[in-house]
């Protein structure tokens, strides 16, 4: 029949997923943050950055891990490097460097240097080296604002002024992308409504198309509930938990260790693709399972509000957008799987030639992180 070997082409799909997921690491690439102190006569940016994508000339605007990148075993070599020759590294390619940090007062690009570097200890090359970089421009005289910017392939930007209270600008750009004109001895102020619409676009990215480990627990709630209603009961327990650790966690009340909470996160999507190959569980159980994994899941969302380094007196919108763009996201991945099964649902090979195989990718792929992210 037609219909069954769409459920092994899902198959297909999925064991092509696992494939893809063998290749991720840790080695993820976080936003570059500056806090920005304009005075009458130079500018300076204390830089929270990655020192190492740049070095090896990784194209931060087109990967989202290091391992995706040709330039994979510079990018190691570097992250096992010890702080005294990074440094060295670092001002060596100083000229090439600085192009890709754009400071411009009408039109006119300054070219910044280098006010002092901090570098941590190597660490566990695994997980991402974050250094403090100071770098600093004189201006030109008159009273024309400035405008800051990373260049193509820097990745992403979020640039903070420091001395404003709860109102100071802070924007998230893309590489290539520049803020709006900022004063000199002043503050420009933002609404919380524009730090809100904002996060609510972070939030969605990370399901939609950055957060695979959340996509394929989703999936796996959708292939197991066969009613929209208990898929529904299901998505709002998940909502309801991950909500409430993400304000736990983000808010310092709780700290769990990533090193924890990750694999636990790739066990929960093992423990749902099996269940759903199993067929066992009654709905009102599944559901206390699944806000308990939810709890789970919240504390990886909470990670990367950290990453942003939200400023404390937008935290409260920033917190709300945020999660409003994960379930935005949510639903998003539940309408496509819908778009490409809804019309087998009610067949009765579904489950046997489309819910099992993809719960079994679902499985695959969790089994894998979970040796990943505890072993490797």
């Known amino acids: 029949m037609v219909f069954p070997m769409l459920g092994r082409a899902l198959a297909l799909s999925m064991a092509l997923m696992v494939t893809f997921a063998a290749d991720l690491r840790a080695h993820e690439i976080r936003p570059t943050i500056a806090d ?21 000339g990784i194209d931060l605007d087109r990967v989202q891990d290091t391992n995706d990148a040709p330039e994979a075993a510079i990018y190691d070599s570097l992250r096992a490097m010890d702080q005294g020759p990074l440094e060295a590294a670092l001002r060596a390619d100083w000229p090439r460097l600085s192009q890709g940090f754009l400071i411009e007062v009408e039109g006119q690009r300054l070219s910044p240097e280098i006010a002092g570097v901090s570098i941590p200890a190597p660490g566990e090359i695994e997980l991402p080296r974050d250094s403090i970089l ?3 421009a004189a201006l030109p005289p008159g009273e024309a604002g400035v405008r800051l910017g990373l260049a193509p392939g820097y990745g992403s930007f979020i640039p903070r002024q420091i001395g404003g209270g709860a109102d100071a600008y802070e924007g998230f ?19 919380a409504g524009a730090v809100f619409l904002r996060y609510i676009v972070v939030g969605f ?5 950055l957060g695979l480990d959340h996509i394929l627990f989703v999936l796996g709630l959708y292939f197991f509930a066969s009613r929209a209603g208990a898929l529904l009961w299901q998505v709002s327990a998940f909502t309801l938990a991950h909500t409430i650790t ?37 709905m009102r159980g599944r559901t206390a399972l699944v ?21 404390s007196g937008r935290f409260v919108p920033a917190l709300l957008g945020f999660n409003i763009g ?20 009610a ?12 719960s079994l990718g679902i499985s695959l792929i969790g089994a894998y992180w979970v040796v990943e992210r505890t072993l490797l």
């Open 36 to 56: 920005i102190d304009i005075g009458p006569d130079e500018v300076t940016l204390t830089l929270r950055i990655t020192l190492e994508t740049l070095l090896a």
């Open 134 to 136: 100071t770098i600093r």
């Open 173 to 191: 750009l893309n590489g290539g992308e520049m803020t709006p004109e900022l004063p000199r001895g002043g503050i420009l102020t933002e609404a």
């Open 205 to 209: 990215e990370h399901i939609v198309p």
């Open 246 to 282: 993400l304000a736990l966690a983000a808010t310092g009340v709780v700290k769990i260790p990533a090193s924890i909470v990750e694999p636990l996160i790739a066990a929960s999507i093992v423990y749902v693709g099996v269940e759903n190959i199993l067929g066992r569980g009654t």
């Open 291 to 311: 806000f308990g994994f939810g709890l789970l899941h919240g504390l990886g969302f909470a990670s990367v509000l950290g990453d942003y380094g939200i400023a």
């Open 326 to 345: 994960v379930e935005i996201g949510q639903l998003a991945v539940i309408a496509i799987a819908f778009a490409v099964t809804g019309w087998f649902i």
């Open 347 to 358: 067949r009765p090979w579904y489950r046997r030639a489309i819910a099992i195989p993809a």
